[in-house]
């Protein structure tokens, strides 16, 4: 009926040096997944919108449509 | 002042610490009352988390168990495997295997949420029914068909979101 002596120290300090690295490493994955699967798309998106705007005409159309309040559509 | 009523603490659903609380000489054959435990006095229990109880489960020993008890006192080396066993029978009533056995408990648990949210499901059912007023008139097909031409009107969210996906030249979605 002898079984090891199980270990008694250490148990604090043996978790930490496992999981603070493993923290470590799925923040950055995380975030490295955020800025190219999020942010960078986004900023594509942005940038190929405002390429070839012209805001005059969107704001025509708008006017058209008859959603301002200041001015009606030109017809009126 | 510290009296537990066994029939407090029984149930559907047995809890063993609640179970190991009443003392084996406080739990009832059958057909007797049972007796209240004394909460004043020392407990005993089996608990994973606080190993060791106020007081052994046996306290009240036979003559072998006596000697058995004098031969604790000497080196530990000379008891055989069954002494051992025996002695920690006389503190212990249950091993933490035996403890720590699993139960089928889960089983009724889960069957009555179920039976809950059904039954709250037909509830519901007949409140959309019976209770709700009308619905107001923003929710009619012709009011949303409206609603959604002017969003697209208005440009909402062009660049990503919603009107981004709707094709201004052909009138129809992307």
Redesign the interface.
């Known amino acids: 009926?002898s079984l090891p002596k199980p270990v008694m120290r250490g148990l604090l300090g043996k978790r930490l040096r496992f999981h603070i690295p493993l923290a470590f490493a799925f923040a950055l994955v995380a975030g490295g997944l955020i800025k190219y699967g999020v942010t960078e798309p986004?900023k594509r998106?942005?940038a190929e919108?405002y390429k070839n705007y012209d805001g005059v005409k969107?704001f025509n159309?708008?006017r058209e449509?008859?959603?301002f309040q200041s001015v009606r559509p030109s017809g009126e | 002042m510290f009296r537990l009523t066994a029939s407090r603490v029984g149930g559907l659903l047995a809890r063993r610490p609640a179970a190991a609380l009443t003392a084996a000489s406080s739990r009832p054959s059958s057909g007797e009352v049972s007796r209240p435990v004394d909460m004043s006095r020392p407990q005993y229990w089996d608990r994973r988390v606080s190993p060791l109880p106020d007081r052994p489960f046996r306290e009240a020993l036979s003559a072998e168990d006596k000697a058995l008890k004098q031969k604790e006192k000497g080196p530990w080396g000379q008891l055989s495997r069954e002494e051992k066993i025996a002695l920690y029978r006389i503190s212990f009533q249950l091993t933490y295997p035996e403890m720590n056995q699993s139960s089928s408990e889960w089983k009724t648990v889960l069957g009555g949420i179920f039976i809950f949210i059904g039954l709250t499901g037909l509830l519901v059912i007949w409140q959309s029914y019976y209770v709700y007023p009308p619905q107001p008139l923003t929710f009619d097909e012709d009011w949303r068909a409206r609603q959604l031409q002017r969003m697209l009107d208005m440009r909402v969210n062009p660049v990503e979101g919603f009107s981004a996906k709707w094709d201004y030249e052909k009138g129809q979605w992307k």
């Open positions: 009926m986004r998106a942005y919108f969107e159309h708008m449509a008859g959603v």
